[in-house]
């Protein structure tokens, strides 16, 4: 990979992330369209470009983040990231065999656009009714939507569209939804990007080696790491405040049918041998 490429995946990462199309269906559709071998560092920057991600949402959420006072709030994220923790630990090596099948991306792709094609009309009455701030999310509620979230494990399923539906299905309003989700992204994604860096061992370089060990091993891994959050960081912070007010106004119809469109073509190119299965 080189650091054209790295800006690249780094855009993707940033536009996608929190939006309900899937972050990783993108990065690997990108990576193959772009010929990147899977290489042990790809695959580490795939996950630890979400660093940039995370921090666009503290910073957007400073208040929140930092307001020690609301033990609550913590309390929460903890509670809703413990089922991705667990299901991460026990099905890590069938996880990151998905992560590498472009054909499982294509399916999830259009199933997920299809439901969300429906879920408007499902929710109708919680667009601006129900639970509208985080203090009246109840433990339990939180739990429920961190269950909601483990779908998202299965590629191209999009971790903020389950953790939404989630919410709403727990009777949360669109617009508080769509920022529980983003709120619980930050300790999920700083758990998957930690242990990539600092527990995992990566082994297709020869000689075992850690996530922060393999960056550090060349300057290109180093600048690529650095540039790759830095972007995606910028970029995430203007798709997190398109969204919230597109899907106030929206909903998710038109993702829905942007990910049945992206299914599709993907699947064409996978028959045509231009993506490889």
């Known amino acids: 990979m080189n650091l054209f490429q790295a800006i690249i995946i780094a855009i993707v990462e940033g536009l996608t992330e929190y939006l309900p199309i899937s972050s990783t269906g993108h990065m690997i559709i990108a990576s193959s369209l772009m010929d990147i071998h899977k290489e042990e560092f790809t695959k580490l920057f795939e996950v630890a470009i979400q660093l940039g991600a995370i921090m666009a949402v503290?910073?957007?959420y400073w208040r929140k983040f930092f307001?020690?006072?609301?033990?609550?709030?913590?309390?929460?994220?903890?509670?809703?990231?413990?089922?991705?923790?667990?299901?991460?630990?026990?099905?890590?090596?069938?996880?990151?065999?998905?992560?590498?099948?472009?054909?499982?991306?294509?399916?999830?792709?259009?199933?997920?656009?299809?439901v969300l094609l429906f879920i408007d009309k499902a929710f109708a009455g919680q667009t601006d009714k129900g639970i509208d701030t985080?203090?009246?999310?109840s433990n339990g509620k939180a739990f429920m939507i961190g269950l909601w979230q483990c779908i998202a494990m299965i590629p191209g399923i999009s971790r903020s569209a389950?953790?939404?539906?989630?919410?709403?299905?727990?009777?949360?309003?669109?617009?508080?939804?769509?920022?529980?989700?983003?709120?619980?992204?930050v300790p999920t994604m700083c758990a998957a990007s930690g242990y990539s860096l600092f527990l995992k061992d990566w082994e297709g370089t020869g000689t075992p080696m850690k996530g922060y060990e393999l960056i550090l091993s060349?300057?290109?891994n180093l600048y690529a790491f650095i540039v790759g959050n830095v972007?995606?960081?910028?970029?995430?912070?203007?798709?997190?405040?398109?969204?919230?007010?597109?899907?106030?106004?929206?909903?998710?119809?038109?993702f829905g049918w942007y990910r049945i469109i992206a299914g599709i073509i993907l699947l064409i190119l996978i028959y045509t041998h231009v993506i490889a299965e």
């Not at 985080?134 to 999310?137: D, G, L, S, T």
């Not at 389950?162 to 992204?185: C, H």
């Open 58 to 60: 503290v910073v957007l």
């Open 67 to 114: 307001d020690f006072k609301r033990w609550q709030f913590y309390l929460k994220l903890i509670l809703a990231v413990i089922p991705a923790l667990t299901l991460g630990l026990l099905f890590s090596d069938k996880i990151d065999a998905l992560l590498e099948s472009p054909t499982t991306v294509a399916i999830t792709l259009l199933v997920g656009g299809i």
């Open 134 to 137: 985080e203090e009246k999310i």
């Open 162 to 185: 389950a953790s939404i539906i989630g919410g709403m299905q727990q009777k949360l309003t669109r617009k508080l939804a769509a920022e529980f989700s983003f709120f619980l992204a």
């Open 218 to 220: 060349s300057s290109n």
């Open 231 to 254: 972007v995606a960081f910028v970029v995430a912070m203007l798709a997190i405040k398109f969204f919230i007010g597109f899907l106030q106004k929206r909903g998710f119809r038109l």
